[in-house]
């Protein structure tokens, strides 16, 4: 069970076995299964945000030669060869080209520890040996992956590091889960109070705002005018951002009293998400790296306002600083979770696309984030829409970081246990 019998042997050795994909694409439908392509593979999960979808009797003829099954790992052969997902359990989809399976039959790699099999540091030297480097694009060869030669440790201990892992890696896909709903409920809210205004309709009727308590109801009028050519609630106006919101109001100066920054660049950032930062001295930092930013900012790349690129500011550190590509928001007169749910709505990011121009690379100016129309409700209504959400806001920021550190620590961990230089005892289960 020790140290002593671990092999190095190769993955046809080993009975993993490849299965290639259907080399065609399915033509895409409004609903249906998803077609996992290589954008969905992120940091060993599948990601099914903005995933193609395919019809049933396309997903049947693609999953004749391929048929993912739970434990099964999804490899990249190219644009990012060697990058992997598991195969979740209970999850239909058809496997998208240049994407191959690699499934364990049990006999000498447990199931659920390949996926941790694929990510140590012996698969990267691994990929790096069989790469073949193109033109366009490296990739890897069908017939190659079966001969990479990997170090495999007994069943038992495999049972072990699977589920130390995996411990890690469950909670941060939990807290991503949590997260989404916060996330959902949030815009719930925002727009049923704020968009359809559920509550003075109901008033209106004559009928108890659903699920609301009579002193939040209370706060909302029971009737509508027309303002600016607009229906809205009685007594709400509308006005510009850059009326209530500063506009890239803070940057370095030669005061700047810090050695090294954390940087976000506008490709870590999509919608409200942050993939990373990156901590680099001030000399070494890219010219771009100019914009301050402070507790309940929104940043908003004006680049390509159709990606999404936007992000809530929540307790940085106070050498953070964004590329000069994001638009920095800083609410003044309106909450800060008010002035996010605003100017991340479909008609905002519409509106901004609209008013893009550039070829290559559409864009928009700070102006245009100044000039948009912004609602106006009473002090009181958003205040209440501040105190129900930005503990949501708080409790999305906090799973984040907690995320952030249980990731560190399980890449921390991986290589060692995948050597050996951490003993486990083997699962007596």
């Known amino acids: 069970m020790g140290i002593d019998r671990w092999s190095k042997i190769t993955l046809r050795d080993a009975n993993v076995t490849l299965i290639d994909c259907d080399h065609r694409t399915p033509p895409a439908c409004d609903a249906g299964y998803p077609y996992i392509a290589i954008p969905q593979l992120k940091e060993g999960r599948i990601d099914l945000t903005n995933v193609r979808r395919i019809a049933s009797e396309h997903y049947q003829d693609w999953t004749r030669k391929a048929k993912p099954c739970a434990n099964d790992v999804i490899l990249s052969r190219r644009c990012n060869p060697g990058e992997t997902a598991i195969v979740p359990p209970?999850?239909?989809?058809?496997?998208?080209?240049?994407?191959?399976?690699?499934?364990a039959d049990g006999t000498r790699v447990y199931p659920p520890f390949l996926r941790w099999l694929v990510r140590g540091p012996e698969w990267w030297d691994q990929i790096e040996k069989y790469l073949n480097a193109g033109a366009v694009f490296d990739s890897l060869k069908c017939a190659?992956?079966?001969?990479?030669?990997?170090?495999?440790?007994?069943i038992p201990i495999q049972r072990r590091i699977a589920h130390i892992l995996g411990s890690l890696d469950d909670k941060i896909e939990l807290n991503r889960q949590i997260n989404e709903t916060l996330e959902a409920m949030a815009r719930a809210i925002f727009k049923s109070w704020f968009v359809d205004f559920d509550p003075v309709r109901a008033k209106v009727e004559g009928r108890q705002p659903a699920g609301m308590d009579a002193e939040t109801a209370a706060l909302f009028p029971d009737g509508f005018e027309e303002v600016d050519g607009r229906e809205v609630p009685?007594?709400?106006?509308?006005?510009?951002?850059?009326?209530?919101?500063?506009?890239?109001?803070?940057?370095?100066?030669?005061?700047y009293p810090h050695t090294q920054i954390e940087y976000i660049e506008i490709s870590s950032v999509t919608k409200g998400k942050l993939e990373a930062s990156i901590t680099v001295s001030l000399e070494a930092a890219p010219s771009r790296a100019q914009r301050l930013v402070s507790h309940g900012d929104t940043i908003w790349s004006g680049v390509r306002p159709n990606r999404e690129s936007y992000l809530f500011i929540q307790h940085p550190n106070e050498n953070l600083v964004v590329s000069t590509g994001f638009v920095v928001l800083t609410p003044h007169k309106i909450p800060p979770t008010y002035l996010f749910s605003w100017v991340t709505t479909e008609n905002f990011v519409d509106y901004l696309t609209a008013n893009a121009d550039g070829s290559a690379y559409p864009a928009v100016r700070a102006e245009h984030f100044g000039n948009a129309d912004l609602l106006?409700?009473?002090?009181?209504?958003?205040?209440?829409?501040?105190?129900?959400?930005?503990?949501?806001?708080?409790?999305?920021?906090?799973?984040?970081?907690?995320?952030?550190?249980?990731?560190?620590?399980?890449?921390a961990l991986l290589p060692k246990l995948m050597s050996g230089e951490i003993r486990v005892d083997a699962d007596k289960s």
Do not use: Y
């Open 376 to 411: 106006i409700p009473s002090k009181e209504i958003l205040a209440e829409f501040e105190r129900i959400v930005a503990p949501m806001r708080e409790k999305i920021h906090q799973n984040e970081q907690q995320s952030r550190t249980l990731g560190q620590i399980r890449d």
């Open 144 to 154: 190659d992956v079966p001969n990479f030669e990997l170090t495999i440790p007994p």
């Open 234 to 255: 009685k007594g709400w106006k509308f006005g510009k951002v850059s009326d209530l919101v500063g506009i890239n109001e803070k940057s370095l100066s030669c005061e």
């Open 90 to 103: 209970n999850l239909e989809f058809a496997l998208g080209q240049n994407l191959v399976l690699l499934r």
